[in-house]
Nanobody, 124 residues
Framework: QVQLVESGGGLVQAGGSLRLSCAAS????????MGWFRQAPGKEREFVGA????????YYADSVKGRFTISGDNAKNTVYLQMNSLKPEDTAVYYC?????????????????WGQGTQVTVSS
C-alpha cells in the first residue's frame, strides 16, 4: 500500500504559478498511475491530470492543458504538479491519488489511495 502527502498549496494572484508535491511512501509510485484531482466548494471532484512513469504517458484535463505539467522524481518518490498561468477558477483543494491500473484513469473512483489535499487559492 502507498501513502501520499501533498504540499505546496497557497494563495497566488491570477497569472502566477505554484508547484504542488505529492510524496509517496510505502511503495514506489512507479508501480501506480498517479493522478491529480481538485474539488472546489459545492462542486464534484474533478480530474486534473494523470501520470505513469512505467507507462511513459501523461494526460491532462482540457481545462488545464498547456498550463499544468505533471512530473515525477523516482529518487524522491515524489510526483509534482506545476501550475502556471493560474486563474481564479483553478481555486480548489488539490488531491493526489494512486491507482493500481490505468483503466479509466480520469475517474476518481478508480483511485484507491488519496492524500489529504492541499488548498490552492487564486485571487483575481
Amino acid at each position: 500500500q502507498v501513502q501520499l502527502v501533498e504540499s505546496g498549496g497557497g494563495l497566488v494572484q491570477a497569472g502566477g504559478s505554484l508547484r504542488l508535491s505529492c510524496a509517496a511512501s510505502g511503495r514506489t509510485f512507479s508501480s501506480y498511475v498517479m493522478g491529480w484531482f481538485r474539488q472546489a466548494p459545492g462542486k464534484e471532484r474533478e480530474f486534473v491530470g494523470a501520470f505513469t512513469r512505467s507507462g511513459g504517458w501523461t494526460y491532462y484535463a482540457d481545462s488545464v492543458k498547456g498550463r499544468f505539467t505533471i512530473s515525477g522524481d523516482n529518487a524522491k518518490n515524489t510526483v509534482y504538479l506545476q501550475m502556471n498561468s493560474l486563474k481564479p477558477e483553478d481555486t480548489a483543494v488539490y488531491y493526489c491519488a494512486a491507482a493500481p491500473s490505468s483503466s479509466y484513469y480520469w475517474r476518481a473512483n478508480k483511485y484507491d489511495t488519496w492524500g489529504q489535499g492541499t488548498q490552492v487559492t487564486v485571487s483575481s
